[in-house]
């Protein structure tokens, strides 16, 4: 064992007295990033989709005023349907989510109730 164990390190030390060392190329890991943030932005073009905002602004009995324009239970408002009207605020149900709109100040707060 003793044998065995003595010959591989002796292998192990003349291998390594003619191993020709590696040479370490000459690499900058931020050349590229430089190469990327001065290059020229000109074909480059991102298409950002914006969130569409809602804004209540009146609720009339069965109908509310949303973003200037009206719409009864049920209609299509954007990409969402009105859902529900309450007292001080509407619901609208959209393809994954429900959005609540409430008024944004008070100034804004206009509920009528139709004389009939």
């Given at each position: 064992m003793k044998k065995i164990l003595l010959k591989s390190l002796l292998f192990v030390f003349v291998s390594s007295l003619s191993a020709v060392p590696l040479s370490v190329?000459?690499?900058?890991?931020f050349k590229q990033t430089q190469k990327i943030l001065h290059a020229k932005k000109g074909h480059a073009i991102v298409n950002i989709k914006k969130k569409p905002s809602y804004t209540l602004y009146a609720i009339y009995d069965d109908s509310v005023n949303?973003?200037?324009t009206f719409y009864k239970l049920?209609?299509?408002v954007g990409s969402c349907h009105l859902y529900k009207i309450m007292q001080d605020r509407v619901v609208l149900r959209c393809a994954h989510s429900i959005k609540t709109l409430k008024f944004g100040t008070k100034k804004t707060y206009k509920r009528a109730e139709l004389v009939r």
């Open positions: 190329p000459n690499y900058d890991p949303i973003n200037k049920g209609d299509k």
